[in-house]
């Protein structure tokens, strides 16, 4: 039995062998597994060691449910947004992943904008905590290098990642070394926060304080188009010829995110970023001097800057200044 089975193996690798075909493909796998494999998974590895990490991709997130009150959900959980004004007690790190849909049928419209100043509060809270880590990171290497010490390999990795993100441009090694000190002041500039009354004002005002179809459906808070591929959200009265959607998000703190990032890079606010350097990291900037700079925000120019202040100072928005969220 042993002996005929050896026989028939035999015959079936000699008749293989004579096959052009098999030995071709054996050849193309060969050179794919070998050769083209691991170039194509250096290449990826190159591609994504530039693709920062994100800690808000790790943030728990709460999925509301049909149905339920999340007015309901908010006190079981402490979340008292009078005592927050007041400073008498810390924002609940609750992150929703949409909006209450409650916002389109409440009738009271006090309710309606706690509601949503409740949703908003803590996701810019902990984008604005991301930043400051990050900003706090960068200092201490800015220290160092100021003194002469040579920065790890990680810092430099670490640094090499936040200039993509903040989509400073550097041409390559030599050309950060030559001006190391403007590209790193640019990057500091650029990382920082943004004033939760702010941005807590520009959502209202886009979404219709958390109502808009856009922000419903799409956690659209803050009207940021986007073009080609990508999720988004095409407006019903967009006109002819044009081609831009309404970007959307998976999660309320990526809108917010977001937001954020586009106000730190984006050409259009590079006045912001100056306003916002007078100020120091102890300090509470001046919202109002960083909204006189948001007349390109809206075709509306300064009719859009005025209608912000009035909802910072009628809905008190400012009591939010110093508001921080409850440790863990």
Not at 180 to 194: C, F, H, K, P, Q
Not at 250 to 272: C, D, F, G, M
Request: proline residues 4%.
């Amino acid at each position: 039995m042993a002996r005929r089975l050896l026989i028939r193996m035999t015959e079936m690798y000699k008749h293989h062998q004579r096959t052009p075909i098999r030995n071709t493909i054996i050849t193309l796998f060969a050179i794919g597994f070998f050769i083209v494999g691991p170039l194509w998974l250096a290449n990826w590895q190159i591609k994504q060691s530039f693709v920062p990490y994100s800690p808000i991709k790790h943030v728990d997130i709460i999925h509301l449910q049909e149905g339920k009150s999340t007015i309901k959900l908010l006190a079981a959980y402490g979340f008292d947004l009078r005592k927050i004004r007041q400073k008498k007690s810390g924002v609940p790190a609750l992150y929703f992943a949409n909006l209450p849909r409650e916002l389109t049928k409440l009738k009271d419209t006090r309710e309606k904008k706690r509601l949503f100043l409740s949703a908003l509060l803590p996701p810019i809270l902990k984008v604005n905590n991301i930043i400051t880590q990050d900003r706090q990171r960068l200092k201490k290497i800015i220290l160092k290098l100021t003194l002469g010490e040579n920065a790890t390999e990680a810092e430099y990795y670490w640094v090499t990642q936040k200039l993509v993100y903040y989509k400073i441009k550097v041409n390559d090694v030599q050309d950060f070394m030559d001006r190391m000190d403007v590209i790193l002041d640019e990057l500091l500039s650029r990382m920082n926060v943004i004033p939760p009354q702010l941005a807590l004002a520009q959502a209202a005002q886009e979404s219709g304080w958390g109502t808009s179809r856009f922000s419903q459906k799409g956690n659209a808070l803050y009207g940021e188009w986007i073009w080609g591929n990508g999720c988004g959200m095409v407006p019903r009265q967009r006109e002819p010829g044009k081609k831009h959607r309404m970007k959307c998000f998976p999660t309320i703190i990526e809108a917010v995110s977001s937001y954020i990032h586009n106000l730190n890079t984006h050409r259009a606010y590079q006045e912001l970023r100056q306003v916002r350097r007078r100020f120091r990291d102890d300090q509470s900037m001046d919202v109002n001097a960083l909204v006189e700079t948001m007349t390109q925000y809206s075709q509306e120019r300064d009719h859009y800057v005025t209608k912000i202040k009035n909802i910072i100072r009628v809905n008190r928005l400012n009591d939010f200044r110093r508001a921080y969220l409850q440790p863990v």
